[in-house]
C-alpha cells in the first residue's frame, strides 16, 4: 500500500531470509548444546535426530506455503492430518498388502478436502480463514464421531517409512527433502509456481493477465491438502496408529502458518518460498532439541516460544512500509 | 456444498470400515481387575508406592550400576493437574536419592506423540542416561521408541502402556476397568432400578478413560439403571456445568453423576445448587476440591482413584534396576484404593489446592506441602 | 462500474443488513430451541442461557472492536485463562481483596491488549501472528504461573459475578448478576463505537488504513486501543467464567475462535471496514442458541463442531452470495 | 472501405441492473492506426473494452477480428486472439522481476517446465524495444512508475498483439516520459499494430490520433478523422455542451500574504527548498517522475516530512512530522491516488467527507453532533456538488470526480486553510474537471492557499497562478502565469541553460 511516488530504494544485497534463519537456528542448537555438555547432541545422530523433528511440521509447512503464497490460508490441515493418520491405520489394520490402498484412499480424501477448501475459496468467495476453519471443523467432528470404528493400526512394513533408512539416513527425511526440492522446483521452475506468485501478488492483474486465478487458487489448496496428507501418512508410519488428536495436539494449522511466515513468506501472498518456510521449520526444531537440552521447564517453553515467534516475524516485518493489520 | 462435505468425509471415512473397533469392553481384563481390586498387596504396609499385587518378579542383574546415575524421563507431557502433581512427585522422590542419583533428566513431550519419540531418541543417542523411564503419551505410538530405547538400557513404563515387553517393568494402578468397576458398583449400591444416571466424561477414544466408562455401563446395565446421558465435558469446568444444568432444565430427575475423572465434579454439584436441588449420588475422584465439598455437604459419593503415587514408584523401581535388586514385573500392578466415607477425614487436607490429588502418597516427601502448591 | 448515477439508486445500508442477519439466526436458532424445550420460553430459562452465554458475547463484543479495525485477536481464550488462575491464585480465598485482584486483573489484560496492539502497529507483525504468539505466551505464563493447576480458591464474592441470581425481580423473574455485567458491556461497547468517534475512525482504519492515516487518524492509537478493548473484554469474560465454574486450568480455550467466528455470523466483515456492535451480540447469541440446540437434539458431541463448522461456512456463504447478487 | 478493419465490434449492447452501459455501440479499427475513445467516466468506454478484452460478456453485437467473429467468455481467450490491452491501474506484480512479470500468464514453458533464460532473453529484447534500459532480472518494485508503465508495453507486446487498447496509459506519467511512450506508439503503429488508445488529454489525443470517436452515456456520437476533429468539437460532444471556460478566469486581485513557507528543507528526496504559498493564490509544482514533486506534496502533509529545514504557518513555525499534524495544522491533502490513499471505498460518502473532522476529534467527541452531524457534512457535500442518490450510499459506487470533490468536502468540513493537491484530475471526466478547476479557484479566492502537484502540464498552466518546477530534488525555477509548455519544459529537463553544478541530489 505504499505510493510515495519518488521512492528510491537502494537495494544493498542481503543474505536470504532462509539462509539467516537456518545459520541462526542450527547455531541456536550448537551453542546450547556445547554450553549444556550434550555434544553427543552434535553427533551425526544426533543432527538427524534434530531433522527428524521437522519432518511432520516440514510436510505440513510446505504445502502451507503454497496456500499462502497465492494469497490464501489452510486452518483445516490440523484436522486432516488426523483424518488421513486414523484412515491409514484402519484401512491398512496392520496388513502390508493394503498399505497402497491406504495411501491412495488418504490422498483421495487430502484431493477432496483440497478441492473443497479451493471451491469454498475461489468460486464461493467465502473468506479463507472462516472456510478452512469450518471444514477442519467438520472434519475433526466427523472424525471424533466415528474413530469408534475406525480403529487400527498401520502394516509393519509401513512403519519403515518412519523408522527405516539408507544408509544412516531415515527415510522420513529422505522424503521431506525430495518433497521439498520438488515442492521449491514447482514454485521456482514451472508454470504452475510462476501462476502461483502471479495470483498471490495480484490476483486481478493476473487474471487480466489471461490467468485463470480460480483453478491456481483451487490448485494450491490441492497442494496444501496432499501435503498435509503426506504429513498424516508419515504421523501414522511414526505413531503405528492414528488418532483423531494428533493434528490438534501438534497445532500443525498454525504452526505451519507461524514458520512459514517466519521463513519470511508474506500473508497477503506473491512473495516467499519454501527454502524460508523449511528454515522456520528448523527454528522450531532447534528450539524444541534446545529447550529439551537446558531443561526449561514445559510452561515456560511456551512463553519462550510465543515470543520468538512474534520477534522473528518482527525482524523482517518491521521493515515493511505502509500498514499491517 | 458443506452438507456434500460432510456426507462425503462420511462415506470416505467409513467405506471399507469393516467395523472392526477396538474393543474397550474386554470381559477378561474386567474379571481381573476385579479380582485385583480385592487382593492384599505384597510389601511394606501403609506405603501403597512400594506395593504390589501379584506374584511376578523380575531379575534386574544385568543392569547393575555403582556409583552414582543419571536417571531421564520422558514424560508426555502436564497437561492436566493429575500430572502436575504426579511430576512433582517424582521430582520429589528424586530428591531423597541425591546421594544415589546425579541427575534427574526431564523432558516434556507437550502431549505429541511424534515430540515424545524425537525425545526418547535424543535421550538415548545423548549417551547420559543409566536408565530411562517413560510416561508415553499414547500406547502404540510410543512403542518402537520404546523398543529401540531397551537396546541400550533398562527402560521402565508407568501410567500407559506399551505394546512390548522389553521394559523391565511396567507399573500401573489396577487400571480403568477397576475405576469403573468401583465407582459402578457404589453408585449401584445406592441406587434403584430404573433410577437415572448422568455419565460426565473428558473425552472419547482414549483409552484409559473408555474402560472406566465400559466398566460402570456393564454395571449399571446389570443393575437396571438407567444412563441417560454420556456426555463429554473435555475437563472444562464451564463445560461440564453447563452440560448438567442443560439435563436438570430438561427436567429429567437425575439419581446419580457418574464421572470418569472427577476434576470437575464440584461444577457438576454446583449446578444443583443453582437449580437448588439436593445433590445426587456423586462419583468423583481423589481432588481436594470435590473431598473437602463432600465433607462440608455430606454428600453421598465415593473417590475412586487413580493414584498419582505411580510417578514415585518410577523413581524406586529405576533405581532398584540399577542396584540390580529384583522388582516387581514384567508388569507392576499398584494397589488402587478408592475414599469411601470412612475414611474421607483422613484425605481431606485444607493446606492443599483444589486440584490436589489426596493418594498422592507425597505426605512424607520433601518439600510438601509447598512443593505441590500447598499452604505452609 | 462506468454509469454511477443510476447504480447509486439502489439504496444500500449494508449496517442494518449485517443486523438483520444476526438477529434473524438467533431468533431462528431460539425458535427451534423453544421448540424442542418449550420451557426455554420462560424468563427464568431465557436470563440463564443469556448468564451463560454472556462470556461468548462479550468476548464478541471484544474481537468485534479488533475486526473493524482489520485485524484478529487470537490471545483472547489465553487471557481469560490467565484471569481464572490469577484471580484464584492472589485472591486466594480472602473474599477483602477480591475487587482490588479484579482492579489487578483488567492491568494485566490492559497490558497484554496494549503489548499486541505495539507488535501489530510498530513492529507490523501480522496481527494473526502477533497474537499467536500473544496466545503462547500468555498460556504458558498463566500456567507457569500456577504450577499447570488451579490454585487457591475463588471467595463467594468472586464467584457471585458468574453465579448469583438475584430472585423476584420484576418483569424478567429472576436475573443474573452475570447478564447485568453482559449489558452493562455491551452498553459500554455500544457507546465506544456509536457514542464516541472511535467507530468511524476504526471502520475506516480498518477499510483504508493509509486513507485514514493521511486524513490526520491517529492509525496506530486505534489499532492499539481495539487490541486493549478485545483484552478488556477477554478479562471481563474471565472474571465471569470464573464465576460462573470456578477455577480450571482451560477455562479460555478456543474462546478466541468462537469469537471471530461468531462477529462473522453476525456480519462483521474480516479484515475490516464493516460491522457493528450487534454483529457481535446476534452472532454470539446465534453461535450459543446453536450449541445449545445442538445439545438438546442430543446429536453425539463430535458432530457438533461438524454442525457448527458447516454453519459458519453457510453465514459467511450467505453473505458472500447477497453480496454478489447486490453488485 | 477498402481495408478489412482488424476489429469490428458492432451493435454492442450491455446492461447492468439498473443501469444500461452500452447502447448498440459500433467501433472498428484499422491495421496499422490509431483510434481514440473519448468520453467522460460513465460513458461506456471501459465497459467497451473490458467486452472487448473478454472481462465481460456483451448482452448483444458482434465482434470480428479481421473479418472473423469472435465470442470470449475469459481474458484469456482474447489475449490468445492477438487482444492486448494496457490497464490504467497497472497490473504487475512488485516482488516478481521484470521478465516474469512480461510473461505473466504466458511463460514459456515446455510440458509445464519454465524455460527461465529464454524468457530473459526475450524480455531483453521486447525491454529495448519499449526504450525501457533495465535489467530484465531486476525486481519490479524497485522500478519508478514510468519504467513499470514500460513494462506493461512490453508485456503487451510480447503476444504480438494485433490490438493493443491503451487506457489512460500517460495518467501516471509525466511530460518527458508521456513523449517517449508517444513515439512508442507511433512505432508500433508503423509496424501494422491497430492500437485503441483511451485518454482524458486532449492534446494526446489530437497528436496520436488517427480517428477519433466520441461515446456519451453508452452510445457513440460519432467517429471522425482527427483532421475534422478541433478539441472543442469533441469536448462539447463528450459533455454534451459548449465548455468554453474549461479553466477558471485568473484572480483579479493579487495574492495575499504568506500562508504556508518552507524554508531550507531537505529529506531524502529532495533539498534546498525554499518554497511558500500566500492566500488567494494557486501554485502548481511540476517537474519530472522523479524530480521530486511528489516528495514536496508528501512533506508538505507530513506523510514525508522534511528531516531539515523549517515550515511556517502563518509566519509561525510548525511542526509537521505526521499527516495528522498536518491535518491538525489545517493542511488538507488528495492524493493522486484516491482508492489507494484518498478513500474508505466501503464507508458511505458521508463518512468519507467527515473522515478528518473525525480523526482530529477528542476521542469522546460525540458523533452525530455540531460539525459532525449528518446535516452539517451533508450541507457540505452539497456545497461542493457531490452527486448521489444518498450520501449514506458506498462512496466506492461514485464516479472519480464525485470522489474527488467529496474529498474536497472533507478539507472544507475542516477548514483548512491549504489544500495540497495531487493529480487532482487524474482518471476524472472533461466535465468533472472543469468543476475541480473551479472550487479550486473558488477556494483560492477566499483566501486559502492551493498547492497543484500535476504531470499534466496544460492543466498547470490553466490553473496555476505560478508554477514551481522540480529539478533532480531541487526546485529548479518558478514560472509566472502565462507561461509556456516549453518554458517550464526547458526547467523540468535541466536544459534551461541555468547553470547546474551538482551532478546529483
Same mark, same amino acid.
Not at chain 3, 418449550?38 to 420462560?42: I, M, Q
Not at chain 4, 506523510?303 to 528531516?307: F, N, Q, R
Given at each position: 500500500m505504499t505510493t510515495d511516488i519518488t521512492r528510491i530504494t537502494p537495494r544493498a544485497p542481503r543474505l536470504p531470509v532462509s539462509v539467516l534463519l537456518a545459520g541462526l537456528s542450527l547455531g541456536f542448537y550448537i551453542i546450547i548444546a556445547l554450553s549444556t555438555g550434550e555434544t553427543a547432541q552434535l553427533s551425526p545422530s544426533g543432527i538427524l535426530g534434530l531433522f527428524q523433528r521437522m519432518v511432520a511440521l516440514g510436510l505440513v509447512a510446505i504445502g502451507q506455503t503454497f496456500v499462502i503464497l497465492v494469497g490464501s490460508i489452510d486452518l483445516s490441515v490440523a484436522a486432516l492430518i488426523s483424518a488421513v493418520a486414523v484412515l491409514a491405520s484402519h484401512v491398512m489394520q496392520g496388513d502390508p498388502t493394503m498399505m497402497l490402498p491406504a495411501i491412495v484412499l488418504c490422498l483421495g480424501l487430502c484431493l477432496m478436502v483440497g478441492l473443497i477448501n479451493g471451491a469454498l475459496v475461489a468460486y464461493g468467495g467465502i473468506n479463507p480463514l472462516i472456510a478452512t476453519l469450518g471444514t477442519g471443523l467438520v472434519i475433526q467432528g466427523v472424525l471424533a464421531a466415528s474413530f469408534g470404528m475406525l480403529q487400527g493400526a498401520v502394516a509393519r512394513e509401513f512403519q519403515v517409512l518412519a523408522y527405516g533408512g539408507l544408509l544412516g539416513v531415515p527415510y522420513s527425511l529422505v522424503l521431506l527433502a525430495a518433497l521439498s526440492l520438488a515442492a521449491a522446483f514447482v514454485l521456482d521452475r514451472t508454470l504452475f509456481g510462476a501462476r502461483i506468485y502471479a495470483v498471490g501478488g495480484n490476483p486481478d492483474g493476473a487474471r487480466l493477465a489471461g490467468i485463470r486465478t480460480e483453478q491456481v487458487i483451487l490448485s494450491a489448496h490441492v497442494v496444501a491438502s496432499l501435503f498435509a496428507g503426506a504429513s498424516g501418512l508419515y504421523l501414522a508410519a511414526r505413531l503405528q496408529s492414528g488418532t483423531p488428536w494428533i493434528g490438534r495436539d501438534g497445532i500443525y494449522d498454525l504452526e505451519s502458518i507461524a514458520v512459514t511466515v517466519i521463513g519470511g513468506t508474506i500473508l497477503a501472498g506473491g512473495k516467499g518460498g519454501v527454502a524460508g518456510t523449511l528454515a522456520g521449520v528448523l527454528l522450531f526444531a532447534s528450539l524444541d532439541a534446545g529447550f529439551n537440552m537446558l531443561g526449561i521447564d514445559a510452561f515456560l517453553k511456551q512463553v519462550l516460544r510465543g515470543a520468538i515467534v512474534i520477534a522473528a516475524v518482527a525482524v523482517h516485518a518491521v521493515r515493511t512500509k505502509g500498514h499491517v493489520a | 456444498m458443506t452438507f456434500r462435505t460432510l456426507m462425503a468425509t462420511t462415506v470416505a471415512l467409513t467405506f471399507a470400515s469393516q467395523a472392526l473397533a477396538q474393543d474397550f469392553n474386554d470381559p477378561a481384563e474386567f474379571k481381573k481387575q476385579r479380582e485385583q481390586l480385592a487382593m492384599t498387596p505384597q510389601g511394606p504396609e501403609g506405603q501403597p508406592w512400594a506395593q504390589h499385587l501379584g506374584e511376578g518378579m523380575v531379575d534386574t542383574v544385568k543392569y547393575k550400576k555403582d556409583g552414582q546415575v543419571t536417571l531421564c524421563f520422558s514424560n508426555a507431557g502436564v497437561f492436566n493437574p493429575w500430572r502436575v502433581v504426579g511430576l512433582n512427585n517424582l521430582n520429589a522422590e528424586a530428591d531423597l536419592h541425591k546421594d544415589r542419583l546425579k541427575e534427574l533428566i526431564v523432558v516434556d513431550a507437550e502431549g505429541k506423540d511424534d515430540k515424545q519419540i524425537s525425545d526418547i531418541e535424543a535421550l538415548v543417542s545423548g549417551g547420559k542416561c543409566d536408565a530411562l523411564i517413560v510416561s508415553p503419551n499414547t500406547t502404540a505410538a510410543l512403542t518402537p521408541a520404546v523398543e529401540a530405547a531397551c537396546d541400550k538400557l533398562p527402560v521402565i513404563v508407568f501410567d500407559r502402556g506399551v505394546n512390548t515387553s522389553c521394559p523391565v517393568t511396567y507399573i500401573h494402578p489396577v487400571g480403568g476397568y477397576g475405576f469403573g468397576i468401583t465407582s459402578g458398583e457404589f453408585i449401584a449400591g445406592k441406587l434403584k432400578k430404573g433410577d437415572n444416571v448422568l455419565a460426565l466424561r473428558i473425552m472419547p477414544g482414549v483409552d484409559v478413560l473408555e474402560t472406566r466408562y465400559s466398566a460402570a455401563k456393564n454395571i449399571f446395565d446389570e443393575a437396571g439403571i438407567n444412563v441417560i446421558g454420556s456426555e463429554f465435558t473435555g475437563s472444562d469446568r464451564a463445560k461440564t456445568k453447563s452440560v448438567v444444568e442443560d439435563y436438570i432444565n430438561r427436567g429429567v430427575k437425575i439419581d446419580a453423576v457418574w464421572m470418569d475423572a472427577g476434576d470437575t465434579a464440584t461444577a457438576a454439584l454446583e449446578a444443583f445448587e443453582d437449580a437448588g436441588l439436593p445433590y445426587p449420588v456423586i462419583s468423583g475422584e481423589d481432588q481436594q476440591d470435590f473431598l473437602r465439598k463432600w465433607q462440608s455437604d455430606k454428600l453421598t459419593a465415593i473417590g475412586p482413584s487413580y493414584p498419582t503415587y505411580q510417578w514415585r514408584t518410577a523413581v524406586i523401581a529405576a533405581l532398584d534396576v540399577l542396584d540390580g535388586k529384583q522388582v516387581p514385573g514384567p508388569e507392576w500392578v499398584l494397589p488402587q484404593p478408592a475414599i469411601t466415607q470412612d475414611v474421607l477425614a483422613d484425605y481431606v487436607d485444607e493446606r492443599m489446592p483444589p486440584l490436589h490429588y489426596s493418594l498422592c502418597g507425597c505426605q512424607d516427601l520433601p518439600g510438601y506441602p509447598e512443593r505441590w502448591g500447598g499452604k505452609k | 462500474m462506468t454509469t454511477a448515477p443510476q447504480a447509486s439508486a /439502489? *439504496?444500500?445500508r449494508p449496517a442494518r443488513i449485517a443486523l438483520n442477519a444476526g438477529l434473524v439466526i438467533f431468533v431462528v436458532l431460539y425458535a427451534a430451541i423453544a421448540f424442542i424445550q *418449550?420451557?426455554? /420460553?420462560?424468563p427464568g430459562l431465557f436470563m440463564n442461557f443469556l448468564r451463560r452465554a454472556a462470556p461468548l458475547v462479550i468476548l464478541a463484543c471484544g474481537q468485534l472492536y479488533v475486526i473493524l479495525t482489520g485485524g484478529f485477536d487470537l490471545s483472547m481464550g489465553a487471557v481469560a485463562t490467565l484471569v481464572v488462575l490469577a484471580a484464584s491464585i492472589l485472591i486466594n480465598g480472602d473474599p477483602e481483596t477480591t475487587w482490588a485482584v479484579i482492579g489487578a486483573l483488567y492491568v494485566m489484560g490492559i497490558a497484554v491488549g496494549l503489548v499486541n496492539g505495539l507488535v501489530v502497529a510498530f513492529l507490523k507483525v501480522p496481527s494473526i501472528i502477533a497474537t499467536l504468539g500473544a496466545m503462547l505466551s500468555v498460556n504458558g505464563l498463566a500456567l507457569a504461573w500456577s504450577g499447570g493447576a488451579a490454585r487457591g480458591d475463588l471467595p463467594e464474592n468472586f464467584r457471585n459475578l458468574g453465579r448469583l441470581v438475584l430472585r423476584d425481580v420484576p418483569f424478567v423473574g429472576t436475573l443474573p448478576l452475570a447478564v447485568i455485567v453482559l449489558l452493562g458491556f455491551v452498553a459500554i461497547a455500544w457507546w465506544g463505537l456509536n457514542g464516541t468517534v472511535y467507530g468511524k475512525r476504526a471502520l475506516v482504519v480498518g477499510d483504508n488504513p493509509r486513507a485514514a492515516e493521511l486524513a490526520g487518524t491517529p492509525v496506530a492509537a486505534t489499532r492499539i486501543l481495539a487490541f486493549v478493548v478485545s483484552a478488556v473484554s477477554a478479562v471481563t469474560a474471565g472474571i465471569l467464567l470464573g464465576g460462573f465454574s470456578g477455577v480450571s486450568v482451560n477455562a479460555g480455550e478456543g474462546l478466541e475462535l468462537q469469537a471471530i467466528a461468531a462477529c462473522v455470523i453476525g456480519g462483521a466483515q474480516l479484515l475490516g471496514g464493516r460491522g457493528s456492535v450487534w454483529s457481535a451480540v446476534f452472532g454470539a447469541l446465534s453461535l450459543f442458541a446453536l450449541f445449545t440446540l445442538l445439545n438438546l437434539l442430543g446429536l453425539p458431541q463430535a458432530l457438533r463442531d461438524s454442525i457448527q463448522g458447516a454453519i459458519l461456512i453457510a453465514a459467511v456463504g450467505a453473505t458472500v452470495w447477497r453480496g454478489r447478487r447486490r453488485a | 472501405m477498402t481495408v478489412e478493419p482488424a476489429l469490428a465490434m458492432t451493435g454492442i449492447r450491455k446492461a447492468f441492473p439498473g443501469v444500461r452501459a452500452l447502447d448498440a455501440v459500433d467501433f472498428e479499427c484499422l491495421p496499422g492506426e490509431v483510434h481514440a475513445i473519448c468520453g467522460e467516466n460513465g460513458a461506456g468506454k471501459s465497459t467497451l473494452m473490458k467486452i472487448l478484452g473478454g472481462s465481460y460478456r456483451p448482452d448483444a453485437g458482434e465482434i470480428r477480428l479481421a473479418g472473423r467473429a469472435v465470442h470470449f467468455t475469459h481474458p484469456r481467450q482474447a489475449a490468445e486472439a492477438g487482444i492486448a490491452i494496457i490497464h490504467q491501474e497497472l497490473s504487475l506484480l512488485p516482488h516478481r522481476t521484470v521478465a516474469e512479470n512480461i510473461f505473466m500468464g504466458r511463460e514459456i514453458a515446455k510440458r509445464g517446465m519454465l524455460d527461465k533464460a529464454a524468457m530473459r532473453d526475450r524480455a531483453a529484447g521486447l525491454l529495448a524495444r519499449v526504450g525501457a534500459d533495465v535489467d530484465p532480472q531486476t525486481l519490479v518494485s524497485s522500478l519508478s512508475i514510468a519504467v513499470q508503465q514500460l513494462v506493461e508495453i512490453a508485456k503487451a507486446l510480447l503476444l504480438d498483439a494485433r490490438i493493443l487498447v491503451m487506457d489512460e496509459p500517460t495518467a501516471a506519467l509525466d511530460e518527458r516520459d508521456s513523449r517517449t511512450l508517444l513515439n512508442l506508439v507511433r512505432i508500433l503503429r508503423g509496424e501494422g499494430v491497430s492500437i485503441v488508445y483511451i485518454s482524458h488529454r486532449m492534446p494526446e489525443v489530437t497528436a496520436i490520433a488517427d480517428r477519433i470517436t466520441v461515446l456519451k452515456d453508452g452510445r457513440r456520437i460519432w467517429t471522425r478523422r482527427t483532421g475534422e476533429a478541433p478539441v472543442g468539437e469533441i469536448v462539447r460532444a463528450m459533455v454534451g455542451r459548449d465548455l468554453k471556460d474549461f479553466y477558471p478566469a485568473p484572480p483579479s486581485s493579487a495574492p495575499g500574504p504568506v500562508l504556508l513557507a518552507v524554508e531550507e528543507g531537505a529529506n531524502a528526496y529532495m533539498r534546498d527548498i525554499a518554497f511558500e504559498v500566500r492566500t488567494g493564490e494557486i501554485v502548481g509544482v511540476a517537474g519530472l517522475e522523479d524530480s521530486g514533486k511528489a516528495a514536496l506534496a508528501q512533506a508538505l502533509v507530513g506523510?514525508?516530512?522534511?528531516?531539515s529545514g523549517t515550515v511556517f504557518l502563518r509566519g509561525q513555525p510548525l511542526a509537521l512530522r505526521t499527516p495528522r499534524q498536518a491535518t491538525a495544522a489545517g493542511i488538507g491533502y488528495l492524493p493522486g491516488d484516491r482508492k489507494g490513499e484518498g478513500l474508505a471505498l466501503r464507508q458511505s460518502v458521508r463518512d468519507n467527507a467527515l473522515l478528518a473532522l473525525r480523526a482530529i476529534a477528542g476521542l469522546f467527541t460525540r458523533p452525530e453532533h455540531g460539525r459532525l452531524a449528518p446535516d452539517a457534512i451533508d450541507e457540505k457535500l452539497r456545497a461542493m456538488d457531490v452527486r448521489a442518490a444518498d450520501f449514506g450510499q458506498e462512496i466506492g459506487t461514485l464516479s472519480g470526480g464525485n470522489q474527488q470533490k467529496a474529498i474536497i468536502a472533507r478539507w472544507l468540513a475542516q477548514e483548512s486553510d491549504v489544500l495540497v493537491f495531487v493529480e487532482p484530475t487524474r482518471g476524472i471526466d472533461i466535465a468533472a474537471k472543469a468543476a475541480i478547476y473551479e472550487t479550486m479557484r473558488r477556494f483560492a479566492d477566499l483566501g486559502r492557499g492551493i498547492v497543484v502537484v500535476s504531470s499534466d502540464m496544460p492543466e498547470l498552466i490553466g490553473i496555476a497562478d505560478r508554477i514551481v518546477v522540480m529539478h533532480r530534488g531541487r526546485m529548479a525555477g518558478t514560472v509566472p502565469r502565462g507561461a509556456q509548455e516549453e518554458d517550464v519544459m526547458h526547467l523540468a529537463l535541466g536544459t534551461s541553460g541555468a547553470p547546474e553544478k551538482e551532478e546529483s541530489p
Open positions: - | - | /439502489l *439504496p444500500r *418449550p420451557n426455554y /420460553l420462560e | 506523510d514525508a516530512p522534511l528531516t
